[in-house]
């Protein structure tokens, strides 16, 4: 049984850096635009916050995927979202045009949560760098 734990958990973190890894590094290619859509949720230092999120995201996502200091990295993930979840996909206030994908994107960041709240309890498993 242990081997199958280890193998989904692989799998997992897989599946769950691919996310961080391709925002972030979409964010490198579209920086302006980010920062444009940072500076439309009223935040101060839009380029500032951009590079931060591609640090974290790509950062982060490349370092679950090999699972070093994957519970580092995942508490920092948990902040990260916590903080932009609410900024970024506030439903309660979008247009009805807009509320329900605003919605669904809440609630799969709420989802992702709960994932890297997984990777921060049990750690990255036996195929990763911390077990190497």
């Known amino acids: 049984m242990s081997g199958q734990k280890d193998w989904a958990a692989l799998i997992g973190r897989i599946l769950l850096s691919i996310l961080f890894i391709e925002s972030g590094f979409g964010k490198i290619g ?3 635009g980010t920062a444009g859509y940072i500076t439309s949720r009223g935040l101060p230092l839009p380029q500032v916050l ?3 999120a591609i640090l974290i995201e790509l950062g982060g996502g490349l370092l ?4 070093w200091k994957t519970r580092w ?3 920092i993930l948990i902040v990260f979202m916590i903080v932009i979840t609410p900024i970024f996909h506030n439903f309660w206030s979008a247009t009805a045009a807009a509320a329900m ?3 669904i994107n809440f609630m799969k960041n709420i989802s992702i949560l709960g994932g ?3 990777l921060l309890a049990f750690g990255p ?5 911390d077990r190497a």
């Open 125 to 129: 498993a036996r195929y990763s760098v």
């Open 101 to 103: 994908e605003q919605r």
């Open 64 to 67: 679950i995927l090999l699972g």
């Open 116 to 118: 890297i709240f997984l």
């Open 30 to 32: 579209g920086f302006e």
């Open 50 to 52: 951009t590079f931060i």
């Open 73 to 75: 990295v995942a508490l």
